[in-house]
């Protein structure tokens, strides 16, 4: 009848209950560490690293996040690449020779067993077109080899004389962001060289080092801005609605209250989150570079300076994505701001078309917009080479980045008051 | 007695409503403590309060020494906590999950000890979505063993659960007490406080109605042992002058209240002699229930006080 049965006197916990491991953090600071509240404390390597995990795992099992993230951005640049980008190929790449030497028969043998390749399609440049690097720049041409006075005497004797020691030099012009035509070129050059090679007593022919084309005089294609673009998509997207997603979810479902509750601080989590749209937006920048490069032989230079802004444009969307979630009081709200936000951004900022095409009286609207600096840094980089201004957006995107951030760490609560 | 959690005169004001309204109570080491109480009673409030989720407007609160909201931290650390309609990632299975909070807490678990305690290891890598409700449930009492703690908040684990399911929480809720685990239990079922609480506290309306082990509340607020039968009117007016006292009368059924042995016998014979016919006899004793009721009224199943 009675229900206290076998509820007697509590008992001690037994011996073999605690199985309190040596934690890492533990045996690194083996002195008593005083605890603040549950927002405070130092950041923890391996919880920012445990909750990088499972997010991950969450992410990955949602095919339509990967799709977005991934795939999405990989089909729009093979669609914005078939609007804009030149998809025809020559079947060999032009190469255009200014020959300096005269009508010498080495040097027509080396033309022959150059055209014999069948890599390159010989163009002739004057002999007084004067300075060849100008000339090519002037007219966008890509790959040049000068054939300087004396060449074909040289490599005569080189080869069948038994004078040793005069080299006998091609000048060699590529566009080192045209890596492709590049090595088509050099192959063909030193293996038209190398037929007289194998003729004769070694060593041979001269090989000098490749001279680049300058940049600055490359007149760029559309799609070279429009990889940046995309970059500048992908860099909007993702962050922002995975932060708007992420913390109005949690926030319905109450998974903070849950995650409050173990030892994981706000900042932890806040920086695993962003670990992870690092990634992605790595992930999707080398996706979109890749793809524009080898599909639509877009023309991109890639240096260091891109890095800042595919870490900081994440973070300010990653910082604004955590706000409008946070301020909004249901998910629906959220998406719907968010939303209300983005696809104007994304439309007049540059990210699919460029400003310089857009109408002009538009353009000057395109500045109202983070992302428009986002996109316009990266392809003051990847498209002109442009420290000074690739500089100037940085700046603004990281007063921007910082304002949002400190915003949305600020108005973000793990509990309530 | 050591107590592990010491409340006094708690409020908790939300605008013009007091949801907690001053509150007084204490929880010895190592019992099933349970609140017991209709739906906005006022238990998440002050569970959550307990667990430094959320900040008193007023009074006293230590859980293990400590106040909660200042030293959440700290607390954390030492209890575990399932709360009110638990949730966790989708995506993620049970065996992940035990090994993110072991990470999180910096201890080393075997996540199939720790599934199989809560009998959750066949489910151990399916995603969390594919569980039944039952088995999250599991999940959620899991996750707050991971830290290994000596107390345990849970509110309400068992809503929502199938009978079979709710029975295998409770062996569960019995095995930690036996292990010196100090319980703080919310619920709106009078059976699971009457089957597993040592202590029980009524709450209405953010006040504690009353408090006590059930046996206890069913003496203090019942009306003890009786015998009642149905008996023809020559039966109970015999009843009525041979045994006397106490005795109640309503619509041909007689109540005698038989906290004396001696009272009980003497009616039963008073029957047996008279030769007369009794559809029908038995002895009562209130439940928990039956005080619950008389208290706070009768709940519906999802805890809603039954309006009649
Ligand atoms: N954040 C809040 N803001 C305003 N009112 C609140 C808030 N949280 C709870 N309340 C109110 O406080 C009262 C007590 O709520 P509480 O959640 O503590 O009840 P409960 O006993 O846990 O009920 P249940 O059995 O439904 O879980 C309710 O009237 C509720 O509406
Ligand atoms: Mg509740």
């Known amino acids: 009848m009675t229900t206290d049965q076998g509820k007697g006197s509590p008992k001690p916990l037994p011996a073999s209950a605690p199985k309190e491991a040596i934690a890492p953090e533990a045996s690194a600071a083996p002195a008593p560490r005083p605890r603040r509240s549950s927002s405070g404390g130092p950041l923890n390597p391996r919880r920012v690293w445990a909750n990088f995990v499972l997010y991950a795992r969450s992410y990955l099992r949602s095919p339509e996040a990967v799709f977005f993230t991934l795939l999405f951005p990989f089909i729009l640049v093979l669609m914005f690449g078939a609007i804009f980008g030149s998809s025809s190929s020559p079947s060999s790449v032009a190469l255009y020779v200014q020959n300096q030497d005269g009508n010498n028969s080495t040097t027509l043998a080396f033309y022959h067993y150059l055209d014999q390749t069948g890599l390159v399609s010989i163009h002739n440049v004057s002999a007084n077109a004067g300075n060849m690097s100008l000339y090519m720049s002037q007219h966008s041409y890509s790959n040049g080899i000068v054939i300087p006075p004396g060449f074909g005497e040289r490599l005569w004797n080189l080869t069948y004389g038994h004078q040793v020691g005069v080299p006998a030099e091609v000048h060699l012009f590529v566009n080192p962001f045209d890596q492709a035509s590049a090595g088509i070129v050099e192959g063909a050059v030193s293996s038209a060289l190398n037929t007289f090679n194998t003729r004769g007593l070694p060593p041979v022919a001269y090989f000098p080092t490749p001279t680049a084309v300058s940049s600055t005089t490359y007149t760029p294609k559309t799609i070279d801005y429009e990889v940046p673009g995309l970059i500048g998509f992908a860099i909007l997207m993702n962050p922002l609605f995975a932060m708007v997603n992420v913390t109005a979810e949690y926030k319905k479902e109450k998974l903070f209250k849950a995650l409050s509750l173990t030892p994981l601080t706000k900042g932890e989590w806040l920086l695993s989150l962003i670990l992870w749209n690092w990634l992605m937006t790595i992930i999707s920048t080398v996706i979109l570079f890749v793809t524009g490069v080898l599909v639509f032989g877009a023309h991109v230079i890639v240096g260091p300076l891109i890095i800042p802004f595919l870490l900081l444009g994440p973070l300010f969307f990653a910082a604004l994505g955590m706000l409008i979630g946070t301020l909004s009081k249901k998910a629906e709200t959220a998406g719907i701001i968010s939303n209300l936000f983005a696809f104007p951004m994304m439309f007049l900022s540059g990210a699919f078309i460029p400003v310089s095409v857009m109408p002009s009286w538009l353009q000057p609207y395109a500045r109202i917009w983070p992302l428009y600096y986002v996109i316009n840094g990266i392809q003051s980089v990847s498209v002109f080479s442009n420290t000074a201004q690739a500089l100037v957006d940085l700046g603004l995107i990281a007063i921007m980045a910082s304002i949002t951030f400190v915003a949305a760490v600020f108005a973000f609560r793990w509990r309530e008051e | ?308």
Do not use: C
Request: no cysteine.
């Open chain 2, 1 to 308: 007695m050591d107590a592990i959690i010491e409340v006094e005169g708690l409020v908790k004001q939300y605008g013009p409503l007091r949801a907690v309204d001053g509150i007084t109570f204490r929880v010895p080491r190592g019992q099933v403590f349970s609140f017991l109480g209709p739906n906005g009673a006022g238990k998440t409030t002050t569970v959550e309060i307990l667990e430094g989720l959320r900040r008193a407007s007023s009074g006293m609160v230590h859980v293990l020494g400590l106040d909660p909201w200042r030293h959440a931290g700290e607390l954390h650390r030492k209890v575990g906590v399932m709360p009110q309609g638990f949730r966790f990632f989708d995506k993620v299975t049970p065996r992940e999950a035990v090994r993110y909070y072991a990470r999180l807490f910096g201890v080393s678990v075997d996540p199939q000890e720790v599934l199989h305690r809560v009998l959750l290891e066949e489910k151990a890598d399916d995603t969390y979505d594919k569980l039944s409700g039952g088995q999250k449930q599991k999940l959620g009492v899991a996750l707050a063993l991971v830290n290994d703690p000596e107390l345990l908040f849970l509110d309400e684990p068992t809503t929502g659960l199938d009978p079979q399911a709710r029975r295998a929480v409770w062996e569960l809720l019995r095995e930690l007490q036996k292990e010196g685990r100090t319980i703080f239990l919310t619920t709106h079922y009078l059976e699971e406080a009457e089957q597993l609480a040592d202590r029980v506290a009524i709450l209405h309306h953010g006040t504690i109605v009353t408090e006590g082990s059930p046996t206890e509340l069913i003496e203090r607020h019942g009306q003890g042992p009786r015998l009642v039968l149905k008996a023809v009117p020559e039966l109970i007016s015999l009843l009525e002058r041979e045994v006397g006292a106490g005795l109640k009368v309503h619509d041909g059924t007689v109540i005698v209240p038989i906290q004396q042995k001696g009272v009980l016998l003497r009616a039963l014979e008073v029957v047996d002699r008279s030769g007369l016919p009794w559809p029908e006899i038995n002895t009562e004793r209130d439940t928990l229930e039956n005080v619950f009721i008389s208290m706070v009224g009768e709940l519906d199943e999802t805890g809603e006080v039954r309006r009649e």
